[in-house]
Nanobody, 122 residues
Framework: QVQLVESGGGLVQPGGSLRLSCAASGSIGIIFSMAWYHQAPGKQRELVASITRSSTTNYADSVKGRFTISRDNAKNTVYLQMNNLKPEDTAVYYC????????????????WGQGTQVTVSS
């Protein structure tokens, strides 16, 4: 099993910054990608940003130029630096990890963190 522990959420004013962290532990295997999703009340969970093992990144259009995803492979940790935050960024942010349990596994296993609340408000 894989455990994901998120930290760094909180209350911030519009225009402010936050940095989220997600540390993976347990039987991690081979990480394919790590990502951040968010879910606002009454809405579906949406991809915010992802990063592959080779450090290829992908961002939602709404956060391009404001958010940066990065990872520390040695620590099995992914970060999300969020700058110029807007009220519409308010949501629960979830860490996601996709991995292969063995080098020859044909499928990817999916794991989620418990979520961390980000609230952007004056």
């Amino acid at each position: 099993q894989v455990q994901l522990v998120e930290s760094g959420g909180g209350l911030v004013q519009p225009g402010g910054s936050l940095r989220l962290s997600c540390a993976a532990s347990g039987s991690i295997g081979i990480i394919f990608s790590m990502a951040w999703y968010h879910q606002a009340p009454g809405k579906q969970r949406e991809l915010v940003a992802s990063i592959t093992r080779s450090s290829t990144t992908n961002y939602a259009d709404s956060v391009k130029g404001r958010f940066t995803i990065s990872r520390d492979n040695a620590k099995n940790t992914v970060y999300l630096q969020m700058n110029n935050l807007k009220p519409e960024d308010t949501a629960v942010y979830y860490c996601n990890l996709k991995r292969r349990s063995t080098p020859w596994a044909r499928t990817l296993d999916d794991y989620w963190g418990q979520g961390t609340q980000v609230t952007v408000s004056s």
